[in-house]
């Protein structure tokens, strides 16, 4: 009771309004008054000093105050924790993450969530759009970072990480690598190097043709580093988006903004998990990867 009687307390000194903190603590104002009327009664002195409808603080009312902010804030960290522990039954957090990621955010926000969380163990998996869609659905894996293909569901948390820009990357070998920029239209006799598995290739290479605008014929990798082996071949492009700070390459490849006519080809990534499958855990990740990119993608803009 003696917590409760704090907050009630606390809430009316920082509302500077009896009124305004019962509507807060979802009670009535007689009901708000009898409790503070009660904490002073048990603790023997004065708190508030009422005058017709103002009021002020005791020297004792002002001593009481800060030490309940000090005590209900310890509180409420004992409650995140106590349901964190509880909620840590099976100590696993199971991640995906699309098949051509290249950003260096992922890798610190795991590091930086097994050094504050060991006891979790964390498994990954990359996949692509489809592959990755099909585990959040199935119970395959708790949080997925991919891009946005659909509309967003309600089943879902869906929280956008970064609204990046594409890029081509190109070998410096191919005429066009010398250009600043370059037009979908510039690219449609190059062709367009996608990392899918091999089941998924025709609903990967509809998806940039019809959806996305590319042009040309498609080659297909099943991994970053074999598609960027074909880059260096100059067999193709490779389209990436430009998350956050990109992983650095050899100086034999060139990376270029991509276009569709005079804009810049942009897409949403995104953290996806079940709402019904939510814990401290995933939204911990989720706030340690939108962290470490919005302070990079900060970084870059200075």
């Known amino acids: 009771m003696l917590l409760r009687q704090m907050k009630y307390f606390t809430t009316i000194v920082d509302c500077n309004s009896f009124t305004e903190a019962a509507e807060q603590c979802y009670i009535s104002q007689s009901a708000i008054s009898q409790q503070i009327q009660a904490l002073e009664k048990e603790l023997g002195v004065e708190l508030i000093h009422r005058e017709n409808r103002r009021f002020s603080l005791t020297p004792a009312g002002e001593y009481f105050y800060r030490q309940s902010r000090v005590l209900l804030d310890e509180a409420d960290e004992l409650r995140r924790e106590t349901i964190r522990i509880g909620q840590a039954e099976e100590s696993k957090l199971r991640i995906g ?4 990621y290249s950003g260096q955010e992922l890798q610190a926000a795991v590091a930086d969530f ?3 969380y060991p ?3 964390i498994d990954i998996v990359a996949g692509t759009h489809e592959d990755l869609y ?3 659905r ?3 894996v708790d949080i997925v970072v991919s891009d946005q293909r659909r509309a967003f569901s309600e089943d879902y948390e869906n929280r956008i990480l970064v609204e990046c820009e594409c890029i081509a990357e190109l070998s410096v070998n191919n005429h066009l690598s010398e250009k600043e920029r370059l037009a979908l239209e510039e690219l449609k006799r190059t062709p367009c190097i996608l990392i899918v598995s091999p089941e998924q290739r025709d609903e990967e290479a509809g998806y940039y043709s019809d959806t996305l605008g590319f042009h040309g014929n498609f080659l297909y990798a099943e991994n970053l580093e074999e598609g960027r082996l074909m880059v260096l071949g100059n067999r193709g492009f490779l389209p990436l988006e430009n998350i956050g700070t990109m992983q650095p390459v050899l100086s034999t490849i060139k990376r270029i903004p991509l276009y569709r006519g005079k804009n810049p080809i942009r897409r949403k990534i995104c953290a996806f998990w079940l709402k019904e499958n939510a814990n401290y855990y995933i939204e911990e990740f989720a706030d340690t990867l ?3 990119i919005e302070r990079n993608r900060t ?3 200075k």
Not at 97 to 100: A, R, T
């Open 97 to 100: 993450y699309l098949k051509n």
């Open 290 to 292: 939108c962290g470490y």
């Open 138 to 140: 199935f119970g395959g």
């Open 114 to 116: 097994s050094r504050l």
């Open 134 to 136: 099909n585990l959040i």
């Open 119 to 121: 006891e979790i163990s």
């Open 299 to 301: 970084a870059l803009e």
